[in-house]
């Protein structure tokens, strides 16, 4: 076979497979097959040189012709298959504008934020209004101006968290410039009570923080809201009415409202609230331990001592307090059995309000 026809033997072999390829690369190996520094073609027009002079100019047009066909071919090929694949892309990518968009879920409030705000609204309808105070707070505040004594055991380390060390070897001072945690809301009636003279009627939400191991029903930090009222002729008798006007709205006007004696460093007398049980409207039952009764806060009428503290006259001046926590309330208002429900951030759960 001559070189004449070797050539277009190779170049009728690599148009075949320039119009078999069926990608890019494969495309371009056929390039490199017969184009490239090594390839078929490029290997057998090396030897043109070798021929004789009259062969030369006929072999010459073959070769150049050959060349130029592949060349073409594979432009022409490479078109097609650069068009297939963006029409590909295009299809896979491809936004079907009519289909309905993907939102985002909508959140909600926590129910515990629902709780706090279902409180607020019916003592601020009462004339109540908004009272804040910091959560690191002084002994002073949290204990003295209550009237704790130093000995109460509230004040020890195993019961409250302290922020300084009070270990044996640590600087000690006076005990009203301790630093720790509040137990309670009730500092914010003392600072409410230092700045302004009565009539008062607040209301003091916010976190407070206790050594205390969870469990169904005791957090070490939850959200207490606490109530003041001083003013002249304040009655034991005023502090029921608010109170059993607070249960009725929260948890529905069919249920009925208890006061037991208790003990409060800062109230005298005092009381703990209990209301109806909603499962068995007051006969018994598991719900409520076989009492028909379920305990909701504890409240009394403003000690005179923590009137002396604030220089508020007890002579002139009565008023009376209540506390409660706003998990609590959520558990008895929705029968949730376990407090430690509402902390987890189990979305099950709390879908659920």
Request: aromatic share 8%; charged share 30%; glycine share 10%.
């Amino acid at each position: 076979m001559g070189i004449a026809e070797r050539i277009v033997e190779l170049k009728d072999e690599a148009l075949e497979r320039i119009a078999t390829a069926n990608d890019l690369e494969t495309l371009e190996a056929v390039r490199v097959a017969y184009l490239g520094k090594k390839g078929e073609l490029t290997a057998v027009l090396r030897g043109l040189g070798e021929l004789p002079a009259e062969q030369r100019p006929a072999v010459g047009k073959v070769s150049n012709e050959a060349r130029d066909a592949i060349e073409q071919a594979l432009l022409e090929r490479r078109a097609v298959l650069e068009r297939e694949a963006l029409e590909r892309r295009i299809a896979a990518e491809a936004i079907d504008v009519t289909l309905p968009g993907r939102r985002r879920p909508l959140g909600h409030q926590h129910i515990i934020h629902q709780i706090v705000d279902e409180i607020v609204d019916v003592f601020v309808g009462l004339g109540y209004r908004i009272a804040e105070g910091p959560e690191v707070e002084l002994d002073y505040y949290n204990f003295t101006a209550l009237n704790h004594p130093p000995e109460h055991p509230a004040r020890a380390a195993t019961d409250t968290f302290y922020v300084r060390d009070l270990s044996a070897d640590a600087p000690s001072g006076p005990i009203e410039s301790e630093v720790l945690l509040r137990t309670h809301t009730s500092p914010v009636q003392v600072r409410v009570m230092e700045k302004q003279r009565p009539p008062i009627y607040v209301l003091a939400p916010g976190k407070v923080f206790r050594r205390d191991v969870a469990d169904p029903s005791h957090l070490p930090q939850f959200t207490q809201i606490e109530g003041l009222v001083v003013d002249e002729g304040i009655t034991f008798g005023d502090l029921k009415g608010t109170l059993e006007h607070f249960v009725r709205e929260i948890f529905g006007p069919e249920r009925r409202v208890r006061l037991r004696p208790h003990f409060f460093p800062f109230t005298e007398p005092s009381a703990e609230v209990d209301v109806s049980c909603a499962m068995c409207g007051g006969e018994g039952c598991r719900s409520c331990g076989g009492e028909g009764w379920l305990e909701v806060l504890g409240c009394g009428m403003v000690d005179p001592n923590v009137f002396r503290y604030v220089g508020i006259d007890p002579e002139r001046y009565s008023g009376f307090a209540f506390g409660m926590g706003a998990e609590r309330i959520a558990a008895l208002k929705h029968g949730i059995p376990d407090l430690r429900l509402l902390i987890e951030g189990d979305m099950r759960f709390l879908r659920q309000f």
